[in-house]
């Protein structure tokens, strides 16, 4: 409080006072008990006035000691029982907790991790993967402009996310402390396998798979894969300390359709701490059949190559690029994109109404929109000869397939001539246009069904751009791709509408996500969000069942079974209140990668302790470690000030004080009739 406060709460009181005496002593002349008790309560309301427009402040300070954090991030995946070092990770944690020096010092925030980051120290090593660069991920959120230490409790072997030594702030010093025995062992395993999901009966598909060897001495050793109790292919091969990676490709025919299950092994005469890695499951989806899309063109433009290139990501789809006057058997393709139309592609347009080759129309700058109107009547074309830029609005309430929204909205605009674009009354769009801000009312992309005939319309170019940004903001094509691999096969089939469709893969590798997607649509072919499903999922060989309820998103109903146990499963998916059915089954191949490792990654945390500026410990060592970060002066505690400043009395109370001073003054002085 101020000394001009003081002042005027001085002067208030003289003020108050004063008015009481001159109105009830002064002026009154008379001298009673009711006179002091009603000159007090004049006093007391005058004041209360004077207190409420003097209004003073009352300023308090307090201190608060910020300590600085030491996060202990601790690795709670298989792989650390696997190496042994489960009890050893909990002592070490119970040491750097309970020493009383460094928690006076730090203000210590336990974490654990495995795929995901967890807070708090609760460790059951029961983690499917390990996901280093998500702890560099929280810490980075968790404690934005602050310099702290870190103290990592892990063996340093990554199964999942990107490499974690350059994703932690250089700034901040990490401390690993490595858990497992750093003894070579020898060790052979198959580090990677790359194979296509899906193959073709009566062809052969290609297999390649990288081998590691750990060890002090050459080692030959015999690499197979096996279908059944049939080995389909073998080969030898030799590893040594100065060769420690193999890298095989083999040729497999495809001679039965369906899903095939498939085990690859390393064997050598060789003693091995661990067989786990030696071995590996993989499956592939033979079928008879390929979907063959003809790219129509007369121009040489990107967006040909990037449909090629998306399209043919799945191994079920074949593209072939082809002029309108090349393409001599229309029949024999299933799906036909006819990339900016003009009147050279007439001979095509003839020869497809007899046909009824499904088509994939893409409009730009170089497209005969004349041409087209007379070859069509789904869309009407009204062009004009400026160009503008168009940019996308997803339709959630598109139902004919189902399809997240990718980001369409922040996508690159599509370039094409402005005008007037009519739909016909079953046009189904998925996309709508709009120019920066503004609405257009047309449509961007769109289908068509009309009795057995599936078209769709693309109204724009420069669709290169797209799958370029897809792949910035996601390291990967995929999402993209899947667009339009979703695209060609609706337009890939004839098939009457379903009132339920699911979509589902036909095999999982255990640990991976899995996730069965369902969309049920009404009498109208709408999709019904009001709908209830359900998944019954069991397990062949135990009968083990299992009921989950799908999840209702913007367009479709999804079901994680994410934690199934390996094994074939068969499933239902139900709508509960008209009773239809979908049945299906996948399979889920035995594959635990947290049991792949002998040895802890010393090399990486190494690494990743010099590139911070930290160091490495054993586990034996944890008392040098407390030592360290004692002594490190760069960790001190910040003792802060807090000012708060709050008025002497609540005004809302004042208020009703003085009401209640001036009510009952008013009311004695009625009750003796000096009013």
């Known amino acids: 409080m101020t000394t001009l406060t003081i002042v005027f709460l001085l002067a208030a009181l003289i003020v108050a006072a004063g008015l009481s005496f001159f109105q009830y002593f002064f002026k009154a002349g008379t001298r009673s008990n009711v006179t002091f008790v009603l000159a007090l309560l004049r006093f007391l309301s005058i004041f209360g006035i004077l207190l409420l427009l003097i209004n003073p402040v009352i300023t308090r300070k307090s201190y608060q000691t910020e300590k600085t954090p030491l996060v202990i991030a601790l690795d709670n995946s298989v792989s650390i029982t696997e190496l042994g070092a489960a009890e050893t990770s909990k002592e070490i944690y119970r040491k ?48 934005k402009n602050k310099k702290f230490p870190t103290v990592l409790i892990t063996d340093g072997n990554q199964s999942t996310g990107n490499d974690y030594v350059f994703t932690f702030d250089p700034e901040n010093k990490v401390y690993p402390v490595i858990l497992g025995d750093t003894t070579t062992f020898l060790d052979l395993k198959i580090t990677r396998l790359n194979v296509n999901k899906y193959a073709f009966y009566k062809n052969k598909f290609p297999v390649e798979v990288f081998l590691q060897y750990a060890g002090t001495k050459s080692v030959s050793a015999n690499f197979s894969i096996s279908l059944g109790n049939s080995v389909v292919a073998k080969q030898a091969v030799t590893l040594s300390p100065s060769n420690k990676t193999a890298v095989l490709n083999l040729l497999l025919p495809a001679e039965k359709v369906g899903l095939q299950v498939y085990k690859a092994s390393i064997t050598s005469a060789e003693t091995e701490k661990n067989t786990y890695n030696n071995h590996k499951n993989f499956a592939v989806d033979v079928i008879d059949q390929k979907t063959e899309v003809a790219i129509v063109s007369i121009i040489n433009h990107p967006d040909v190559s990037a449909l090629k290139r998306s399209i043919e990501n799945n191994a079920q789809r074949r593209v072939s690029i082809v002029k309108p006057t090349d393409v001599k058997a229309i029949q024999d393709y299933d799906v036909a994109i006819l990339y900016q139309p003009t009147a050279a592609f007439k001979p095509f347009f003839d020869a497809n109404k007899n046909i009824g080759v499904n088509t994939f129309v893409i409009t730009g700058l170089n497209t005969d929109f004349e041409f087209l109107n007379n070859q069509q009547q789904m869309i009407a074309f009204r062009m004009s000869g400026q160009s503008e830029d168009y ?34 009354a079953n046009s189904n769009v998925l996309l709508s246009s709009r120019i920066r801000n503004i609405a257009t009312g047309f449509p961007m992309l769109t289908f068509f069904e009309n009795q057995n005939q599936r078209n769709a319309f693309l109204l724009g170019e420069n669709l290169w751009k797209w799958r370029l940004q897809v792949h910035a903001e996601n390291n990967s094509f995929e999402k993209f791709d899947v667009f339009i691999d979703k695209i060609v096969q609706f337009l890939a089939s004839n098939n009457k509408k379903q009132s339920l469709v699911v979509s589902h893969e036909r095999f999982y590798n255990s640990g991976d996500p899995i996730e069965v997607t369902a969309q049920y649509f009404n009498k109208n072919y709408e999709f019904d969000a009001r709908a209830r499903l359900s998944i019954t999922v069991t397990e062949k060989s135990t009968k083990q069942t299992r009921k989950y309820d799908m999840l209702k998103g913007s367009n479709s109903f999804k079901a994680n079974l994410e934690g199934l146990p390996a094994g074939n499963y068969v499933f239902q998916v139900r709508e509960l ?62 003792q802060k000030a807090t000012t708060k400043k709050s008025p002497l009395i609540d005004w809302i109370w004042l208020m009703g004080i003085i009401v209640a001073l001036l009510a009952s003054e008013w009311f004695i002085r009625k009750y003796n009739g000096l009013l």
């Open 391 to 424: 940019l996308a609005d997803f339709s959630s309430s598109f139902n004919l397939f189902a399809l997240d929204n990718i980001g369409f909205e922040s996508l690159p605009p599509l370039k094409h001539p402005f005008g007037n674009v009519t739909s016909s």
């Open 577 to 638: 209140t008209s009773n239809t059915a979908y049945n299906g089954s996948f399979e889920i191949l035995e594959f635990d990668i947290e049991k792949q490792f002998v040895n802890p990654d010393l090399a990486k945390l190494t690494q990743l302790a010099s590139q911070t500026n930290g160091t490495t410990f054993m586990p034996d060592q944890v008392d040098k470690l407390i030592d360290t970060l004692l002594k490190n002066d760069e960790y001190k505690a910040i």
């Open 96 to 143: 750097l907790s309970t020493n009383a020096a460094l928690t006076e010092k730090f203000d210590l925030r336990p974490n654990t991790f495995a795929s995901e980051v967890e807070p708090g120290a609760e460790l059951d090593f029961k983690g499917k993967q390990s996901n280093l660069e998500a702890v560099s991920k929280s810490l980075k959120s968790a404690h």
